[in-house]
């Protein structure tokens, strides 16, 4: 099978001006948004994209305006030589990726520095307050976003809906795919998009997990070997919820203990486990309809996220 290298661009009129010409030759354009760091769940969005549209988009670009300050921007990893290389070595390849420098700085100079990731300096949004350079819009899912992560993380999903929208409006898709591991992100930009009439279709695949049930994450490098190995508490006891369920067992209350009980005796400190209807993410008491158990944990400095459906239920 053929591969190559995608084109890199760093202009967000150059982007638009790609996807118009492409459009006008009566191609379908998918884009797989991320902020680098790729591993398998990733490629995983970009196969589909390659199955349902003719040409495939990749974004890279660490969203600053999503971090809170306690949280770990400064830390997040990235690898742009290896993201391209991976990327390249999918069957068919992708066509573009785009890695813009900083998309809240509305100066001039909007061509990136090749290579960096130069996401502050003085035209870097806060995540608090509004942009240096005069960037005061945001994107708000306000029902959906108030749960799960969105307790915890109070600025997180305006961020990534506000960036999200930004993206949209510059690479013009027709399709753009979310993992389902970030189950509530995948279900506000549904929402979004629905609610704001963006004629684009939101697909949400399934999650991809390592061989010993961890979710993929770019997060997971920075797990000890330890760490690593207590964190699969997290997916073993939500695979077990899924069990129970099956046999019978919808009382959430004992569903969500039990969970706590396996992440916590292997060290993990809970932030959340939550059992929510699958596109409300109301919270329900029993398991009589199609439900998402949600689960949030730290396992030493790094914060997972993953979480199960159960659609056929006793
Ligand atoms: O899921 C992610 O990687 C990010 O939240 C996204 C959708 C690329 C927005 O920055």
Not at 16 to 29: A, D, E, F, L
Not at 96 to 108: A, E, S, T, W
Not at 277 to 288: C, D
Request: proline share 4%; charged share 25%; glycine share 10%.
């Amino acid at each position: 099978m053929e591969t190559r290298g995608p084109e890199v661009i760093r202009d967000k009129e150059a982007m638009r001006k790609w996807s118009r010409s492409v459009r006008s030759q009566g191609k379908t354009i998918g884009f797989v948004p991320t902020m680098g760091y790729l591993h398998e769940g990733h490629l995983s969005l970009v196969r589909e994209s390659r199955k349902l549209a003719d040409v495939t988009v990749v974004s890279i670009y660490v969203n600053p305006g999503q971090f809170s300050p306690t949280e770990d921007l400064s830390t997040y990893p990235s690898d742009f030589a290896g993201d391209l290389a991976k990327l390249s070595a999918v069957p068919g390849g992708v066509d573009v990726v785009f890695h813009p420098k900083n998309l809240y700085d509305y100066g001039v100079g909007e061509e990136g520095v090749t290579g960096s990731r130069r996401i502050g300096g003085g035209g870097a949004v806060s995540c608090v307050e509004n942009g240096g350079l005069g960037h005061e819009t945001w994107v708000r899912v306000e029902g959906l976003e108030k749960g799960l992560c969105g307790k915890s993380r109070p600025v997180f999903f305006r961020g990534v809906v506000t960036i999200v929208t930004k993206l949209f409006n510059i690479v013009e898709p027709d399709v753009a795919f979310f993992g389902k591991k970030d189950y509530q992100q995948w279900r506000i930009i549904q929402r979004m998009v629905r609610d704001l009439d963006f004629g684009i279709k939101i697909v949400g695949s399934e999650i991809v997990r390592e061989q010993d049930g961890l979710a993929m994450s770019s997060r997971n490098v920075r797990l000890s070997a330890e760490e690593r190995e207590k964190a699969l508490s997290i997916s073993r006891s939500l695979a077990k919820a899924k069990a129970f369920a099956a046999e019978g067992q919808t009382n959430c209350t004992e569903l969500k203990d039990m969970i706590i009980q396996e992440i916590v005796g292997a060290s993990g400190r809970v932030d959340y486990v939550e059992i929510v209807e699958q596109e409300s993410l109301e919270p329900v008491e029993k398991i009589k309809s199609p439900v998402v158990v949600c689960v949030a944990a730290w396992f030493g400095t790094v914060r997972l996220i993953d979480n199960i459906e159960i659609s056929g239920f006793a």
